[in-house]
T-cell receptor, first 112, second 112 residues
Framework: AQSVTQLGSHVSVSEGALVLLRCNYS??????LFWYVQYPNQGLQLLLK??????LVKGINGFEAEFKKSETSFHLTKPSAHMSDAAEYFC??????????FGQGTILTVHP | DSGVTQTPKHLITATGQRVTLRCSPR?????VYWYQQSLDQGLQFLIQ???????AKGNILERFSAQQFPDLHSELNLSSLELGDSALYFC???????????FGPGTRLTVL
């Protein structure tokens, strides 16, 4: 069985500050890991993915994530938050045939 | 635009009714996934089809069924609707089982 835990349902940062969204996973097989972003009233957009190549993964919009097997973590970071980053972020792990198991989501608020 | 289309965008119906949600995958994608997003349960995998055949099943109720047609579009049928079925239903597609999934904009179902 696979599971994902996102620590913190709400994260608030100031514009220009570091963004850190936490994700821990559980998987009985080598995982594929993903971060998706959802803007209000829209679908999910893939930010980045880990598929067992480089452990530091760079995505769109300046986001990156580091796969740490020893910590079973895949935290999402961005050095400098922008107002347009305000959205809900989902970490997901891929199982057999690619079905995604999602975390509960983290709502990111960016203050001016 | 992910290339995945879903219709209708919004659906309002009454308890006990039956509805059909439609999904057209990206051109060339063989795999279609259905997910439900609700405040109570978060994002949950329902079912996957690959090239017309059911590949994986998640927490899909017996009142719900799906199929994928020869032209690869998919339909999710929800019957005997209950208030708790109100949710956003997403379709995603990938070129193969396990590949990156591209999400449609979703269908918002409201059961009154």
């Amino acid at each position: 069985a696979q599971s994902v835990t996102q620590l913190g349902s709400h994260v608030s940062v100031s514009e220009g500050a570091l963004v850190l969204l936490r994700c821990n996973y559980s998987s009985s097989v080598p995982p594929y890991l993903f971060w998706y972003v959802q803007y209000p009233n829209q679908g999910l957009q893939l930010l980045l993915k880990y598929t067992s190549a480089a452990t530091l993964v760079k995505g769109i919009n300046g986001f990156e994530a580091e796969f740490k097997k020893s910590e079973t973590s895949f935290h999402l970071t961005k050095p400098s938050a922008h107002m347009s980053d305000a959205a809900e972020y989902f970490c997901a792990v891929s199982g057999y045939y690619g079905k995604l198991t999602f975390g509960q989501g983290t709502i990111l608020t960016v203050h001016p | 635009d992910s290339g995945v289309t879903q219709t209708p965008k919004h659906l309002i119906t009454a308890t006990g009714q039956r509805v059909t949600l439609r999904c057209s995958p990206r051109s060339g994608d063989l795999s279609v996934y259905w997910y439900q997003q609700s405040l109570d349960q978060g994002l949950q995998f329902l079912i996957q089809y690959y090239n017309g055949e059911e590949r994986a099943k998640g927490n899909i109720l017996e009142r719900f069924s799906a199929q994928q047609f020869p032209d690869l579009h998919s339909e999710l049928n929800l019957s005997s609707l209950e208030l708790g079925d109100s949710a956003l239903y997403f379709c995603a597609s990938s070129d193969r089982g396990g590949g990156e999934q591209f999400f449609g904009p979703g269908t918002r179902l409201t059961v009154l």
